[in-house]
């Protein structure tokens, strides 16, 4: 009577829901491949030429050219590019840094206390304020932007994670282990860890597009990488000066891409926390 | 119709009052410590390009305490914030308390403004939404969310500057003053007309916040027993909405729009940057760039008050408003 | 004369997500047929968790959206489609909900009573008859301002009782109206129950309590798997002679071994080919295991079993 599930059926037949997932995330996934190793590979010191600067878009210059007459295409592949290495960079901190919190939460109530504090002073400052006084304090630039948004983005993942180990630690299989004697770290590597990869892989993902946007967010005002680099926070900063003047495909070409790489990792993260936990798919 | 019990307020105060105290107290030390680490040598960063003598070198030098031991300034920086005092502003010339106070103050007429923008149309949208689940509304206003969620505000700033400011024309470009007039005899049209696209960009973000909020929270109480039982009884859908769905979800709603004043803040930045409003915003980027430390450090601490005080009232809201709470502590 | 309320053939199903986003379909109410008339009590008795509530939300239109219905559901006669449902609900129909969790927890439950309102008159209207109700269950005026967390076991049956009636309605469902009473509430519940008939009104009570059914139903269904595998007179529930099928046999022999308990049992989750009950049956025939019966009427009582099918076409 009851219908023959997906997977017995012809390989070809319709897409599930299932399929569409994966497909999304794996299509999102090549688009953002494309964008970040055609900047990786464009050159970084674009050829100048006065004669076409200022140039509205046009097919051979389709982001129109800046005011010292480069290529706005590939100076936003470059800046994208680099934004998602920084992207990438930071978040994969803050996971690191996420989940050693998490942990040490877990030990005993004291840290626990320790780390729910530490996460109220975190969230007890702007995230922008935060970024800015990181970044300053490290000295700027790219390694100083990574740190301070890998420092100020851990806390969600921090909260999960923490919920997630405490639910485990008191599950009774981790009870038995400590019964027959098992130490806390064997406990967290053998049953923990496992347990809560894929969370922080999800995490890891979705703290992504937050990290690219403050990245770019500091860079514009003045904190973040410096003026020499390619990155979209910088064209857009410089944008502002040209805008008066009407070169509205300065800034507005560049942003919007940097959106769409936003948006395409939301999309990934989406995708992939309900493939993991389907009980949003349920209605 | 609200009974205060003035005891269990008494110890809710106290304990929050503690709280901000070591608060202030971790952030204004750590800050501090932060910067003063800072590989940016404050007094070039201060001086620019200038071509000082090595003498003045040292006597500005003096002024920033780079004599004195790590310890040592830790301690003097928290003395004197204890003694009511923030310091002396580098770039304005003038007490830290005063600066702030100015530009707080203008700041919060632009946040005060979008907050309740965002507020009243999120929450509209998100009811909306959550209402006619998957409908096309719903769809519309999840893909407009979805987009403003993953769009940088400054750059929203910036294409309706554009739009707005440069190709239209509606408005000024920069400044909340008109150039060549005393702030208090500005006209409320002037102001208007000035603080209408700052506004906007900074309500936009956090419209899509609580909508989606918004709207999970109402899907959620479609799940429930009672909104079943409702529709059991025969109550109309917009009725069941108004009466029963609105009702369990403003709560919520409202103390999450309090609890955004963190991002609030962090937009007021940006947004003030793009629209040259001279806000706390601006106050922040100038002495970040020019170094001004004490500036810098007392625009921390403030914040974190703004953000404590958003996260107060939100808890306040909880504790004194929802009857289930509020009778908790009453026997 | 019409019935108040026909459910034939009646089959419910949902279509779920699980883990990797595979997708499932899970019967819940496979085939379901029962009548209830007016001044008469039915009770649909089954397991807990077994997802006899849907009957309920299905008869009021209130099944959520992945929800797959077929069948028919009729009353006094006229087809209910999901227009009349909305109609009559609330008004000719009334649902009396298992727990104060089905109150709105931030609203005075006089206002839950009285409900929507066009307007000022129709509230006020509404208020007398609220006040009248609550009265006569014993609810007095300081119950009115109440929040349903405030309300005590007792008082919250009584005004989930009364909010039901403040419609006046015809038909009642009560959908596990004892769910966790201590002994005495119990016993004014059934009271209610009954009372409720004695006023002209029908009665479909959802429960897995077999003594409350018992004591108030005319008619009892027993609801196995998914399905009604038998409907007979509640008078005949006391003894296992009197009733046909093998489950219910079985099931009222151990009910002193279960201090009359309705005991569960080991039910199939998965949907079965055959009868439901083929693998624990003692009676069994061959193709009881590959062949589902069908609901018949034997002298009388429906029943779901081919031993008396067999019975019946021999004869």
């Known amino acids: 009577m009851s219908e023959l599930p997906w997977y017995n059926k012809g390989l070809f037949s319709s897409l599930n829901l299932r399929q569409k997932t994966l497909l999304t995330i794996g299509l999102t996934g090549l688009v953002l491949l494309i964008i970040f190793i055609c900047g990786w590979m464009t050159n970084a010191n674009l050829p100048t030429d006065f004669s076409i600067k200022m ?29 998602i290495m920084i992207g990438l960079a930071a978040s994969i901190l803050s996971s690191i840094i996420a989940t050693l919190l998490a942990f040490l939460a877990s030990i005993n109530r004291a840290c626990d206390e320790f780390v729910s504090w530490l996460i109220d002073l975190f969230a007890s400052i702007p995230h922008i304020l935060l970024i800015m006084m990181i970044s300053i304090g490290l000295g700027k630039g790219a390694f100083g932007v990574t740190m301070a948004v890998a420092f100020s ?9 923490r919920a997630e180990v405490l639910q485990i630690n008191t599950s009774e299989y981790v009870l038995l282990s400590r019964k027959f004697g098992k130490s806390k770290l064997w406990i967290a590597k053998e049953h923990i860890l496992p347990l809560v990869l894929s969370q922080i892989f999800v995490g890891t993902l979705l703290v992504f597009p937050h990290a690219i946007m403050h990245e770019s967010s500091v860079t514009f005002l003045g904190f973040g990488l410096s003026p020499h680099e390619p990155a979209i926070g910088i064209i857009l900063s410089e944008s502002m000066s040209y805008l008066a003047m009407g070169a509205w495909w300065l800034a507005f070409f560049p942003g919007i891409a940097l959106l769409i790489v936003v948006l395409l990792f939301d999309i990934i993260g989406d995708n992939l926390k309900r493939l993991i936990d389907p009980s949003e798919a349920n209605k | 119709m609200i009974k205060i019990n003035t005891k269990r307020l008494a110890k809710f105060l106290g304990f929050k009052a503690i709280r901000l105290l070591i608060l202030l107290v971790v952030i204004a030390a750590i800050s501090f410590i932060m910067i003063q680490l800072s590989p940016i040598d404050p007094v070039r960063a201060y001086l620019g390009q200038r071509i000082v003598s090595q003498e003045q070198l040292a006597i500005i030098g003096r ?26 502003s580098l770039i304005y010339r003038v007490p830290v308390t005063e600066v702030i106070v100015q530009k707080f103050l203008a700041s919060l007429t632009l946040m005060l403004v979008s907050w309740v923008i965002s507020g009243v149309v999120g929450f509209g949208l998100g009811v909306i939404a959550g209402a006619k689940e998957d409908s096309l509304a719903d769809k519309a206003i999840k893909t407009y969310c979805y987009i403003l969620q993953s769009s940088p505000t400054f750059w929203i700033g910036l294409v309706l500057l554009m739009l707005f400011s440069v190709y239209l024309g509606w408005f000024p470009i920069g400044l909340s003053v008109p150039i060549g007039q005393l702030s208090d005899t500005v006209t409320f049209w002037q102001w208007l007309h000035r603080i209408i696209l700052p506004a906007i960009t900074l309500s936009i973000v956090g419209i899509a916040s609580l909508t989606m909020y918004t709207r999970d929270k109402l899907i959620n109480v479609k799940k429930s027993d009672y909104f079943l039982f409702a529709q059991a009884r025969g109550e109309s859908f917009w009725g069941i909405i108004k009466n029963h769905g609105i009702r369990n979800i403003l709560l919520p709603a409202i103390s999450i729009q309090f609890l955004s004043f963190n991002e609030l803040f962090g937009g007021t930045i940006l947004v003030e940057q793009v629209f040259a409003y001279p806000g706390i915003g601006q106050a922040t980027v100038a002495a970040g760039l020019r170094s001004d430390v004490p500036l810098l450090l007392g625009i921390v601490i403030v914040s974190a008050i703004f953000v404590f005080a958003g996260n107060f009232i939100a808890d306040l809201i909880y504790q004194y408003v929802d009857p289930r709470l509020r009778s908790e502590g009453d026997e | ?70 069948g028919e559901i009729k009353y006094n006669g006229k087809t209910l489609n999901q227009e009349l449902k909305e109609e009559l609900r609330g008004k000719e129909i009334c649902l009396i909900p298992q727990s104060v969790n089905f109150l709105d927890p931030l609203m005075k439950v006089s206002e839950q009573a009285i409900g929507e309102c066009k307007d000022d008159d129709e509230h006020k209207e509404k208020k007398i008859r609220q006040r009248e109700i609550f009265d006569k269950y014993g609810l007095d005026e300081s119950v009115d301002d109440m929040y349903p967390f405030e309300l005590s076991g007792g008082m919250a049956r009584k005004v989930l009782l009364s909010t039901a009636l403040v419609g006046n309605p015809n038909l009642l469902i009560a959908d596990e109206p004892t769910p966790g009473l201590d002994a005495k509430s119990v016993e004014e519940t059934i009271q209610d129950i009954i009372n409720l008939k004695k006023e002209g009104k029908g009665v479909l009570l959802i429960t897995h309590e077999i003594n409350v059914a018992l004591k108030t139903a005319d008619k009892i269904a027993i609801f196995y798997s998914g399905y009604v595998i038998e409907i007979n007179k509640a008078e005949n529930f006391n003894s296992a002679d009197t009733v046909l099928h093998p489950y219910t046999k079985a099931l009222i022999n151990a009910l002193p071994v279960n201090g009359f308990k309705f005991t569960d049992g080991v039910q199939p989750l998965e949907e079965t080919l055959g009868c439901p009950y083929w693998e624990n049956c003692p009676d069994r025939f061959d ?29």
């Open chain 1, 55 to 83: 140039q509205a878009p046009s097919f051979q210059h389709p982001f129109g050219t800046d005011w010292m007459g480069r290529d706005m295409f590939a100076r936003t592949l470059k800046g994208l590019s680099l934004s």
């Open chain 1, 153 to 161: 983005h851990w806390v969600n993942l921090t909260r999960v994670l």
């Open chain 2, 63 to 88: 002024y920033w305490g780079t004599d004195l031991s790590l310890t040592e300034r830790v301690f003097g920086w928290l003395q004197t914030l204890a003694s009511g005092s923030m310091g002396f």
């Open chain 3, 1 to 70: 004369m019409e019935k108040l309320l026909e459910v034939k053939n009646l089959s419910i199903s949902f279509t779920q997500y699980v883990q990797g986003l595979n997708r499932h379909d899970l019967r819940v109410i496979s085939d379901l047929t029962i009548d209830v008339n007016s001044s008469e009590i039915v009770a649909v008795l089954g397991s807990s968790g077994s997802g006899k509530s849907l009957l309920a939300h299905s008869i009021l239109g209130i099944l959520p959206y992945n929800a797959h219905v077929t």
């Open chain 3, 287 to 315: 193709k009881c295991e590959n062949h589902k019966p069908d609901l018949v009427n034997h002298d009388g009582i429906m029943i779901r079993c081919f031993k008396y099918e067999e019975a019946d076409n021999g004869a």
